[in-house]
């Protein structure tokens, strides 16, 4: 009977320290492939910055620099992301991501780099729902359209000018599909004016930062 009950112990040990092992092992793969993918997702996104922002004058980390602000009016939704990008303690330059809510085929999402000086480091779509052939056009990697807004600010073009060609402004539209530009245009021209708005204050540290850094029109 006491062999029988060892065997039957060491039994349930040895299921007992596999079923252990097994659960540990699970755990451990499930977290190495959430770091993988939040590596994945990062480098990706660091990626995306780098060609809207003047990394060679850059020496901080903007993903690791960043709040989030309250402006739907400018920006499109109730909080939006702001990384920050600095010489040391010199900005440089801040990239939004605004949402423009009133796309075509519904929201748009952008990256809108804005330079310290005011004019536009660059602009990026990150996702959307346009229609392809058409509203698609906004993709880099199906017009050049987007990189027109490169180089371009407040001044330049004037504000009355903030709008598509059939609206008597500066930016082409699409041929058949003019809701598209028109509202990111409108949406890129926000985005301007809430840095403007905001000023310094963008920069500041979070820790001492209403972050709400709220702002609106006016």
Known sequence: MMTKAKSILLSGGVLG??????????AVTHGSVGE??????YQAMKRKLDTILPVEQINNDPLQDSLRV?????????STQVYRARHDESPVAVVLE???????????????S?????????????????????????????????????????????LEKWGVKRDGGEFDQFTG?????????????????????????LYQPVETETAKVEGGRG
């Not at 993988?36 to 997702?41: E, M, S, T, V, Y």
């Not at 959307?128 to 073009?157: C, M, Q, R, Y």
Request: no cysteine; charged share 25%; proline share 6%.
């Open 36 to 41: 993988r993918i939040a590596d994945n997702q």
């Open 114 to 158: 804005v330079l310290h000086d005011g004019t536009l480091g660059g602009v990026r779509v990150v996702s959307h729902h346009e229609t392809p052939g058409l509203g698609d056009k906004i993709e880099e990697a199906k017009s050049d359209w987007v990189l027109e807004f490169t180089g371009k600010s407040l001044t330049n073009p004037p």
């Open 70 to 78: 309250s402006a739907r009016d400018l920006l499109g939704a109730d």
């Open 17 to 26: 320290a596999f079923a252990i092992g097994g659960v540990s092992l699970v």
């Open 98 to 112: 605004p949402e423009v809510p009133d796309g075509y085929a519904g929201p748009i999402k952008l990256l809108v």
């Open 177 to 201: 599909a003019t809701i598209t530009p028109r509202s990111i245009v409108k949406a890129v021209r926000d985005t301007l004016l809430y840095v403007r708005q905001q000023g310094e204050a």
